[in-house]
């Protein structure tokens, strides 16, 4: 007797050919993955395609460089207030004597190169370039360059790997669609400044404020840099003007260390030539007049607060407090110690007069 099925069975329907059509990319999706294969040699996998950069010696005294994990870059990726625009990585290489960079497919990122001081050679597909003091070089991603220092005068420069939805955009209306890759600009410390204050940002971790802060940040240093374009043809500053700008700049940066060769390169000028017009501007040297203004901060600091004269000292950027004392009393005739006590004398004896008048 042949076998009844079941009442309540449902007859099992074959399984539908599988679509051989994929779905569109996800744009969010962004897959990154980065690692030296040997001491000189970078290699990046970016959704799945691999490029390999060959690096010069990167231990130059002075530098400073700050990389986002790869994790964080992919997951800033997908963020809305930084998918936009994200430095990926940046730094500052001052003197970089030997330095050479090859990048046969490119990079990833896009690279923005800005020659502080000194020059270097860029070659890329369209051919030789040559950076002087005060040249961006911009360079969109997955194009062959390479880039090393003028062996004769070997330049200091700020460096910056950036991505983001809007990246190419920015790359089109700064390089007029890629014609003009290096790009004459005034020397100006506010784009200079724009370098440092996402280093800056970096330094004090990688959160997500400071991410979104750093896209911020990029976005200025774009749009500065766009400004400079646009004014190229405009008056060029006096010497005195840039003067004033590097005496703000010394005043906004007493804790940490600017060097002569930094402040002259923000001004547009020659270290010698600087130097001359500082003296002429102040009647001091750039170091003398530094010096007078990080001992006047640190007076501030002894007559207002009870700040140990160690702790004083690194506030206004010196990290030997001997060195800082010995400094003081040269400029102001007295120790550290002996200057809070007088100040505080000195306050006391008026705290204690009698305002009134007969």
């Known amino acids: 007797m042949s076998k009844l ?23 969010g999706a962004f897959s990154l993955e980065g690692h030296m294969e040997g001491p000189k040699t970078r290699v990046f996998t970016v959704n799945g395609k691999k ?9 130059f005294p002075g530098e400073r460089i700050f990389k986002l994990p790869t994790k964080v870059v992919e997951t800033a990726s997908r963020q809305p207030l930084t998918a936009a625009l994200l430095p990926c990585r940046l730094g500052y290489f001052p003197r970089a004597h030997g330095q050479k960079v090859s990048r046969p497919n490119g990079d990833w990122a896009f690279t923005l190169l800005y020659c502080l001081d000194g020059a270097g050679t860029l070659d890329t597909s369209h051919g030789k370039h040559h950076i ?3 040249t961006v070089a911009l360079l969109r991603p997955f194009e062959f360059h390479a880039y090393e220092a003028n062996p004769r005068d070997a330049w200091s420069y700020y460096w910056i790997h950036f991505n983001g939805t809007v990246a190419q955009q920015y790359y089109d209306v700064l390089t007029g669609g890629g014609k003009n890759a290096c790009i004459a600009v005034e020397s100006n410390l506010r784009f200079v400044e724009n370098f440092e204050k996402i280093l800056g940002i970096y330094q004090e971790g990688q959160a997500y404020k400071n991410l979104v802060q750093a896209s911020s940040a990029m976005h200025q240093l774009l749009g500065d840099l766009f400004g400079q374009i646009c004014q190229r043809s405009a008056p060029q500053e006096s010497a005195s003007a840039r003067i004033e700008r590097t ?9 940490t260390h600017v060097s002569i060769h930094e402040l002259a390169a923000s001004a547009g000028m020659s270290h010698a030539y600087f130097t001359m017009q ?7 040297s750039p170091r003398s007049f530094f010096n007078r203004q990080r001992i006047a901060k640190a007076c501030e600091y002894l007559a207002a607060t009870d700040t140990k004269v160690d702790n004083v000292a690194r506030l206004v950027g010196y990290e030997d407090p001997f060195y800082f004392c010995r400094l003081f009393k040269r400029i102001t005739q007295q120790t550290p110690t002996i200057y809070r006590r007088s100040v505080r ?9 009698d305002p009134r008048v007969e």
């Open 278 to 284: 500082f003296r002429k501007h102040t009647g001091q």
């Open 132 to 134: 002087p003091r005060g």
């Open 345 to 353: 004398k000195a306050s006391a004896v008026e705290g204690s007069e």
């Open 5 to 27: 099925p079941k009442a309540n069975s449902v007859p099992v329907s074959a399984a539908k050919p599988r679509s051989r059509v994929l779905p569109a990319r996800d744009p």
């Open 51 to 59: 490029l390999v950069s060959l690096l010069g010696r990167e231990d």
């Open 247 to 255: 005496l703000a700049m010394m005043r906004k940066n007493l804790s």
